[in-house]
Nanobody
């Protein structure tokens, strides 16, 4: 399994960015997620989509600003980030979790494949 992110960059507060993740080598039954890690902080879940797309979960501080979307046919995951804030500055990672059924994967230990990350910087 290969996981590759793209789309990071630098924007001013209030701006927008769109991240993309492409996964190859997958078989059916995988949740896909975006995590992020700011310097000196724990890696945290931003958004996750269940294998069938029936469950989508967002971190509280991105609700209403970020939108995650998944294309099951192409195994791609996107994250549209609007109204960005300086505290959104972090390395953003795409991750894959094998799941039984269409269940959300809300815990980091469920994810067994990670991309290298793409950096997002938001200036005030």
């Amino acid at each position: 399994v290969q996981v590759t992110e793209s789309g990071g960059g630098s924007v001013e507060a209030g701006g927008s960015l769109r991240l993309s993740c492409a996964a190859s080598g997958l078989v059916v039954g995988y949740a896909m997620a975006w995590y992020r890690q700011a310097p000196g902080k724990e890696r945290e879940l931003v958004a996750t989509v269940s294998p069938g797309g029936g469950h989508i979960h967002y971190a509280d501080d991105v609700k209403g600003r970020f939108t995650v979307s998944r294309d099951r046919a192409t195994n791609t995951l996107s994250l549209q980030m609007n109204n960005l804030r300086p505290e959104d500055t972090a390395m953003y990672y795409c991750a894959i979790a094998p799941m039984l059924g269409d269940q959300p994967a809300l815990h980091r230990w469920l994810y067994d494949h990670w991309g290298q990350g793409t950096h997002v910087t938001v200036s005030s």
